[in-house]
């Protein structure tokens, strides 16, 4: 199975803040990987498909992107129903599989 | 707007068989782009993609699960359904059911809770 190791696993921001999390896959995933949002007692929503790619309905201070072998979620300014856990998975083959998570909370 | 709903018992005993369904409504399982999901999510094991299936049967499981899980699919009640055998308290979770294409579940249930316990 690929493994996906988000970090960090936790952070504190406050509103406005750029916040980034990053997530590496234990093999190359060629850009398959996705972001979601889950806020206590919901299931999570998918935020960013394919790398960079925005879901419809979801706001342009989330951002998806590449680097190395590194792919970045960016909340360009964190706003305060962003306060929430977030998950990477890679599509590339099945099984699909998720980072552990990163608990983005208020400072 | 399309909903997915679990149901299904909530506590299933050790050993035993967990059986849950999805009703979707505002798609059909009828289609020929998406797969029908489930994925559970416990404190221990974080998210884990348990297999999908297709309205023609064709289905993918986790190899971790292969041996104890099934979905199969009823177009003419538009559900699909997932039955697990021989459970322990490891499989104690939230189930979500999740429509996806070939990449990623794009639109999730709300969840059940299943505990496994005697």
């Known amino acids: 199975d690929i493994r996906m190791t988000q970090s960090p696993s936790s952070l504190s921001a406050s509103v406005g803040d750029r916040v980034t999390i990053s997530c590496r896959a234990s093999?190359?995933?060629?850009?398959?990987l996705n972001w979601y949002q889950q806020k206590p007692g919901k299931a999570p929503n998918l935020l960013i498909y394919?790398?960079?790619s925005l879901q419809s309905g979801v706001p342009s201070r989330f951002r998806g992107s590449e680097s190395g072998t590194d792919y970045i979620l960016t909340i360009t300014s964190l706003q305060p129903e962003d306060f929430a856990t977030y998950y990477c998975?890679?599509?590339?083959?099945?099984?699909?599989?998720f980072g552990q998570g990163t608990r983005v909370e208020m400072k | 707007q399309v909903q997915l709903q679990e149901s299904g018992p909530g506590l299933v005993k050790p050993s035993e068989t967990l059986s849950l369904t999805c009703t979707v409504s505002?798609?059909?399982?009828?289609?020929?782009?998406?797969?029908w999901n489930w994925i559970r999510q416990s404190p221990g094991k974080g998210l884990e993609w348990i297999g999908y299936?297709?309205?023609?049967?064709?289905?993918k499981y986790n190899p971790s699960l292969n041996s104890r899980v099934s979905i199969s699919v009823d177009t003419s009640k538009n559900q699909f359904s997932l039955r697990m055998t021989s459970v322990t308290a490891a499989d104690t979770a939230i189930y979500y059911c999740?429509?996806?294409?070939?990449?990623?579940?794009?639109?999730w249930g709300r969840g059940t809770v299943v505990t496994v316990s005697s």
């Open positions: 394919s790398t960079s």
């Open positions: 299936i297709s309205y023609r049967g064709a289905a």
């Open positions: 999740a429509r996806s294409g070939i990449y990623y579940p794009n639109v």
């Open positions: 093999q190359n995933i060629h850009f398959y």
């Open positions: 505002g798609d059909s399982v009828r289609s020929d782009i998406y797969y």
């Open positions: 998975q890679q599509g590339f083959t099945t099984p699909w599989t």
